[in-house]
């Protein structure tokens, strides 16, 4: 397999020796298109495509350059509340929370447009909540880890049962490759997801855990966060207030090889030893902790 990346040459993670690196700014399609003017590639695939004119410009772009077009949607697009779990591919688009999840069923519309009316050759992806040891799965991020840490009360939404899947980004890979170059998934959607189901307490306990520690959780509503904090609001009631659980069997039909192997206990494991390897890592955001805390005062004096 021989790897191209095309980026603006401002990535903070280390690049294998052997990708072929492209630095242009995909944002601007008439650079992109003189850049590739000799290229053609077997699959291309946009992981940063978040409305429909971005997906417009890589249509315009790629159209005649590759053999298979993977859009990486989200699997927060499926309607909220689902209709039944697991969800499958087939559950119906619809967000009304959350204006990140509309933009890419817009983007999956059109697409699938052009795959309809011109053969663009389309495979739709929806990742869940994937992760790698630089990203904690609390809001927050680190300042979150940090409160844990620290014994000071960390947020978590609702009644923090509600189910949700966090999936280490090798276990996607393994089921992600298996779509490339492959003419079965042209004009198909996929998600692809771990078979793991935590609720947001474990997921909180499970970090606290490996940071050897125990996580001194407070249980605040989503409508309550979303009055102090729109964008974190949206993304809940949006997305991780609902139960969250995904039936993988077309992805496992079409990959036989896929399996999930990495439990969210070992990938805390690996967050946690990533931000102890490097005190530069380990950046505590005072804007967002000070909001943590008024959060949770105005919640305990409601």
């Known amino acids: ?54 997906v417009k410009n890589d249509y315009e772009i790629f159209m005649d350059k590759t053999s298979q077009f993977i859009f990486i949607s989200s699997a927060s697009a499926y309607q909220k509340p689902p209709s039944s779990l697991p969800i499958k591919e087939t559950e119906p688009l619809i967000n009304p929370y959350w204006e990140y999840s509309r933009n890419k069923i817009r983007c999956e519309e059109y697409l699938l447009q052009v ?66 170059g492959n003419s079965k998934a042209i004009g198909e959607a996929y998600h692809i997801t771990s078979d793991e189901v935590l609720t947001w307490n474990q997921i909180c306990e499970v970090l606290a855990e490996a940071a050897g520690v125990k996580a001194n959780i407070i249980h605040i509503p989503s409508d309550f966060i979303y009055r102090f904090d729109k964008e974190w609001g949206e993304g809940l009631l949006g997305d991780k207030a609902h139960c969250m659980i995904f039936d993988n069997s077309k992805i496992k039909q079409l990959n036989p090889e896929f399996q999930v192997k990495m439990p969210f206990k070992k990938g805390a494991k690996e967050i946690i030893a990533w931000y102890d390897e490097d005190p530069a890592r380990r950046v505590v955001d005072q804007t967002w902790d000070s909001k943590m805390d ?5 919640y305990e004096s409601h």
């Open 115 to 180: 795959f309809q009316d011109h053969n663009f050759p389309v495979t739709i992806v929806r990742p869940s909540h994937t992760y790698d040891r630089t990203k904690i799965a609390l809001s927050g991020g680190y300042t979150a880890l940090n409160r844990i840490r620290e014994g000071k009360k960390v947020i978590i939404h609702g009644d923090g049962t509600s189910l949700w899947t966090l999936t280490h980004h090798q276990d996607f890979a393994r089921g992600f490759v298996g779509l490339l």
């Open 1 to 54: 397999m021989d790897l191209y990346l095309l980026n603006r040459g401002q990535t903070n993670r280390p690049i294998p020796n052997d990708v072929k690196i492209i630095k242009a700014d995909i944002r601007n399609p008439e650079q992109v298109k003189s850049i590739l003017m000799n290229y053609t590639f077997d699959v291309v695939v946009d992981w940063i495509a978040y409305n429909p004119e971005h």
């Open 294 to 298: 008024e959060i949770i005062a105005r």
